[in-house]
């Protein structure tokens, strides 16, 4: 029998927005789009990623 504890890090254990936020940016520029900068992704977190990366690169947000 294998046991194991799985942890849902969403904020409440840890504060990972930073980490959300520079995976979605390093993501977009390694293929090839600006870096949405910091407010877009973070009013898109909670969303499924790949709603996140179409809505990050169609809403008109503007690079850096």
Do not use: N, Y
């Amino acid at each position: 029998t294998r046991r194991a504890i799985c942890f849902d890090l969403d904020g409440t254990l840890v504060d990972s927005l930073p980490d959300i936020i520079g995976s979605i940016a390093a993501a977009m520029v390694e293929h090839g789009l600006p870096d949405p900068g910091d407010a877009p992704v973070r009013a898109l977190v909670g969303l499924p990623l790949q709603d996140m990366f179409k809505d990050t690169h169609q809403t008109g947000w503007q690079p850096k």
